[in-house]
């Protein structure tokens, strides 16, 4: 085990945990049926739900891959576009689709709203893309989370994502989404002071003047914002960020967990302002790229060893985690610990709940068990935290196998090859359009155009976009054509 893990650090992240744990439980009260397991009762404040909002998004990649990306070689502040599309993402959710969520009767989950929309046929297969989606999402986050405890205390990667899935299932076991809202809330509050502590506490380790440091990292290209190229191929550009990121995370909003957030709040206007304030909160990754470029100048002036320069090549997202066990001193390092781990197991344990509501809602109860008690389908609910918890652990160790690109690459791109087919459904399920023929035939051209994409070198950010577009044209044209010809036969 490490040096850096001490009986110190091990004590002040304990804590952490067993603190997080007793006032989710103490705010979250009890739950006796599966509207309050999974929608909290539809009673929480709105700045609850916003911080529960962001922090899903704000994972344990967030501090360690965000750094990476200004630290590796040739990184810069590119990220920040991405991050501006993220932003407008959620205005645009919280307008769009936040009022006919809460709106919906007799809906439990995005897909049934989905279903009545347009066919429920459409609604199922909505429902295992989003299932699809939510297992590599989480299972990516979950890998991350492992890395840092796996390179601080040297356990295996998987008995590190053994413990952090134990906790996320704890804490959605508890009572549900009003835990996972609570807990998510503190540990936002944790992990954002965590991310602006890094940034003081590593500039203040460097002997370099401000001024200085900004020439160094000048020289290096490190201070680049925004890059205005219209090649589709080339990955972080303002374009990227602006048309592919916006409605890539606007897609989203055909997840359960967007659903869930919406149905939690304690009106439409709290729904809209849970979702809009949101995007004011991610300050925490912009302090991520500014530890990037502390790490940058750190590095300077105390070079890496050429071992561990060789590990990078491979495994890239390990150099704060490195810095966390080799530089920091005791106690400081557990706090760093916390953060991270606050950031990872906020986006674990709400991907759980949200596909536990979908295997029960959606599943089990229309197919395995029908007309069974509230009391059965909250034990359900709970045991299926536990199944889902198995599956995302054997996924992360299965994506831990393409580490060499990086993970934020990772959790975007990997997403993005059904991302585009879910945003054709959420907006085609908004205006009303969709038959079962047409929407295959459309859905099918998607994931098709995704793979030309992919095999033309365009850009992963802009595989959304453009899959979805040419979904939604194919299958408006399809059920236009199919209207007339109806219409024809009835005449």
């Known amino acids: 085990m490490p040096q850096s893990f001490s009986l110190l650090n091990f004590i002040i992240l304990f804590g952490f945990l067993v603190f997080v744990t007793w006032m989710g439980h103490r705010l979250s009260g009890s739950v006796y049926s599966r ?18 909002i962001i922090a899903t998004v704000i994972s344990s990649v967030t501090f360690i891959s965000v750094p990476t990306a200004v630290f590796k070689e040739g990184g810069n502040l590119f990220y920040i576009q991405i991050l501006m599309g993220l932003m407008i993402a959620k205005v645009i959710t919280a307008f769009i689709v936040a009022r006919p969520y809460y709106q919906s009767q007799n809906c439990n989950t995005v897909y049934d709203y989905i279903g009545k929309r347009t066919d429920m046929r459409i609604g199922n297969f909505a429902l295992c893309l989003g299932l699809a989606l939510t297992s590599l999402n989480t299972s990516i986050r979950l890998l991350t989370t492992a890395l840092v405890l796996n390179v601080i205390t040297g356990f295996s990667l998987f008995i590190c994502t053994i413990i952090i899935v134990a906790f996320a299932i704890l804490w959605s076991w508890i009572a549900g989404l009003k835990t996972v809202i609570w807990t998510d809330f503190l540990l936002f509050i944790i992990f954002s002071l965590g991310a602006l502590f890094c940034v003081f506490w590593i500039f203040g380790s460097v002997s370099m003047s401000f001024a200085e440091a900004l020439a160094y990292l000048d020289a290096r290209g490190k201070l680049a914002l925004f890059d205005f190229s219209i090649d589709p191929r080339r990955t972080y550009t303002i374009w990227a960020g602006l048309i592919g990121t916006t409605l890539g995370n606007f897609a989203l909003a055909g997840t359960q967990a967007t659903f869930q957030r919406v149905k939690a709040c ?6 809209q302002k849970a979702f809009a304030f949101s995007a004011l909160l991610y300050i925490t990754p912009i302090c991520m790229l500014l530890v990037g470029l502390a790490l940058t100048v750190f590095y300077g002036e105390n070079p890496l060893s050429a071992e561990f320069k060789q590990s990078l ?9 490195y810095f966390i066990a080799t530089e920091l001193p005791n106690g400081i390092s557990g ?3 916390a953060a991270i781990f606050a950031a990872g197991i906020s986006t674990i344990d709400t ?20 007309a069974a008690s509230e009391a059965h389908y909250l034990l359900a609910s709970r045991l299926s935290l536990l199944a889902w918890g198995g599956v995302f652990v054997a996924l992360s160790m299965l994506l831990s196998l393409f580490q060499g690109q990086g993970l934020l690459d990772l959790m975007f791109k990997v997403p993005n090859l059904v991302t585009g087919v879910i945003l054709g ?3 085609l ?4 359009i969709g038959r ?5 035939v459309g859905a099918g051209c998607g994931f098709f155009a995704v793979f030309i994409l992919q095999y033309a070198n365009i850009g992963f950010f802009y595989w959304p976009p453009i899959s979805g577009l040419i979904m939604i044209g194919v299958v408006c044209a399809l059920s236009r054509q199919q209207a007339e010809w109806n219409g024809t036969v009835r005449a």
């Open 35 to 52: 509207k309050n397991f999974f929608t909290a009762g539809g009673g929480l404040p709105w700045w609850a739900v916003s911080t529960s």
């Open 266 to 271: 304690r009106s439409v206007r709290d729904a």
């Open 313 to 321: 090549a491979t495994q890239p997202d390990k150099i704060f985690p």
């Open 335 to 337: 706090i760093f610990i």
């Open 351 to 370: 991907h759980l709940t949200e596909i536990s509501d979908i295997s029960i809602s959606n599943i089990y109860e229309k197919y395995i068990k029908k």
């Open 425 to 427: 459904t959420v907006l």
């Open 429 to 432: 399920a908004r205006i009303g």
């Open 436 to 440: 079962w023929p047409a929407y295959l």
